[in-house]
């Protein structure tokens, strides 16, 4: 693979767009990042990463502040919240070049569905799942502790393409810039499993104000982890979706062994953005509703969440 014959397009350049961008940027892809708040100090200093398994990487990036004096780009990846995704819509689509494959590089379900209507036709989308712990210290800087992994699922596009090629090309650009990633067939499954980590963790660091370390070292917020993933599996099996044998056991064995985290929607909460709350909660809960499948602890958790999100944007 040419790297140069590649042209790669950064929506949301926080701490996922900006981690994977910076990535394929140094492996010498075209990449362009779009920013809102963060342009001018990016524009100025470059982006920097922190990483515990790549080191000190600065670049000076080709930034931009309106998606309107990007070049079309042959791949769009989405690192913004899916609660920004009505807005960034037309982005994206501004952004494509015809043909355009687009990566939502987001948590939860439906997320694909709510921006499918928004692009045109001629363009293709795919899930991206990202099993990573890193986030943003400072506008242009992302600090990253552990993993990196992202696996790419197909959702749609134009008929008459091989859509399983295409997704294992958008692999290959990933692993050229050596990150592990993995072409996913079933992109629905691929979600539900990696609901199973974020509904306990993301949803226990607001609620417990407390990161993965302490969640696991005492037995009551432990225990409500198990009690968690086991529902959501429960939600999984009742949406036909049945999860490997043993992955809560396999996802608790890997928080153990990472550093101590800070889930993303704890900042978001900490920063008074809004909760991703539809698609990690919501959405799940009203497929598991609709096949008969009642999941009390993940309801709770939810509303819980749900009011201190709405008291926490009137603030």
């Not at 509904?199 to 009690?227: C, E, F, I, K």
């Not at 429960?234 to 949406?239: P, S």
């Given at each position: 693979?040419?790297?140069?014959?590649?042209?790669?397009?950064i929506?949301?350049?926080?701490?996922?767009?900006?981690?994977?961008?910076?990535?394929?940027a140094r492996?010498g892809?075209?990449?362009?990042f779009?920013?809102r708040?963060?342009?001018?100090a990016v524009?100025?200093h470059g982006?920097?990463?922190?990483?515990?398994l790549?080191?000190q990487?600065k670049?000076?990036?080709?930034a931009?502040?309106?998606?309107?004096?990007?070049?079309p780009?042959?791949?769009?990846l989405?690192?913004?919240?899916?609660?920004n995704?009505?807005?960034?819509?037309?982005?994206i689509v501004?952004?494509?070049?015809?043909g355009?494959?687009v990566v939502?590089?987001?948590?939860?379900?439906?997320?694909e569905?709510q921006?499918?209507?928004?692009?045109r036709?001629?363009m293709?989308?795919?899930g991206?799942?990202?099993?990573i712990c890193?986030?943003?210290?400072?506008p242009?800087?992302?600090?990253h502790?552990?993993?990196?992994?992202?696996n790419?699922g197909?959702?749609?596009?134009?008929a008459?393409?091989?859509?399983?090629?295409?997704?294992?090309?958008?692999?290959?650009?990933?692993?050229?810039?050596?990150?592990?990633s993995?072409?996913?067939?079933?992109?629905?499954q691929?979600?539900?499993?990696?609901l199973?980590?974020?509904?306990?963790y993301?949803?226990l660091?607001?609620l417990?104000?407390?990161?993965?370390?302490p969640l696991?070292?005492?037995?009551?917020?432990r225990?409500?982890?198990q009690?968690l993933m086991?529902?959501?599996?429960?939600?999984a099996?009742?949406?036909?979706q049945v999860?490997?044998?043993?992955y809560?056991?396999?996802l608790?064995?890997?928080?153990?062994?990472m550093?101590?985290y800070?889930p993303?929607?704890?900042?978001?909460?900490?920063?008074?953005?809004?909760?991703e709350?539809?698609?990690?909660?919501a959405e799940?809960?009203?497929?598991a509703?609709?096949a008969?499948?009642?999941?009390?602890r993940m309801?709770?958790?939810?509303?819980?969440?749900?009011?201190?999100d709405?008291r926490n944007?009137?603030?």
């Amino acid at each position: 693979m040419n790297p140069r014959s590649t042209r790669i397009g950064i929506i949301g350049s926080g701490a996922i767009g900006g981690f994977y961008g910076l990535m394929l940027a140094r492996a010498g892809f075209d990449v362009h990042f779009l920013l809102r708040s963060e342009y001018l100090a990016v524009q100025e200093h470059g982006l920097t990463l922190d990483s515990a398994l790549h080191g000190q990487v600065k670049l000076a990036v080709q930034a931009y502040a309106s998606a309107a004096d990007m070049p079309p780009c042959d791949w769009l990846l989405v690192g913004a919240k899916a609660t920004n995704n009505a807005e960034l819509a037309p982005l994206i689509v501004q952004a494509a070049a015809p043909g355009a494959k687009v990566v939502l590089l987001q948590n939860g379900l439906g997320v694909e569905e709510q921006l499918r209507p928004a692009l045109r036709a001629d363009m293709h989308l795919l899930g991206g799942l990202c099993f990573i712990c890193v986030h943003r210290q400072a506008p242009g800087q992302i600090r990253h502790q552990a993993l990196g992994a992202v696996n790419l699922g197909y959702h749609s596009g134009p008929a008459g393409h091989d859509s399983a090629a295409l997704v294992e090309a958008g692999a290959g650009l990933f692993r050229a810039a050596g990150i592990d990633s993995q072409a996913m067939t079933d992109l629905d499954q691929a979600r539900w499993q990696k609901l199973v980590w974020n509904v306990p963790y993301n949803g226990l660091s607001v609620l417990l104000q407390a990161s993965t370390t302490p969640l696991m070292a005492d037995v009551d917020s432990r225990g409500l982890v198990q009690a968690l993933m086991d529902e959501v599996v429960e939600g999984a099996r009742a949406c036909g979706q049945v999860l490997p044998q043993g992955y809560a056991a396999h996802l608790l064995r890997i928080t153990e062994q990472m550093p101590d985290y800070w889930p993303s929607m704890y900042h978001d909460h900490v920063h008074q953005r809004p909760l991703e709350l539809q698609a990690i909660y919501a959405e799940p809960l009203r497929r598991a509703a609709a096949a008969g499948c009642h999941l009390p602890r993940m309801q709770a958790l939810y509303q819980a969440l749900a009011f201190l999100d709405r008291r926490n944007l009137a603030a």
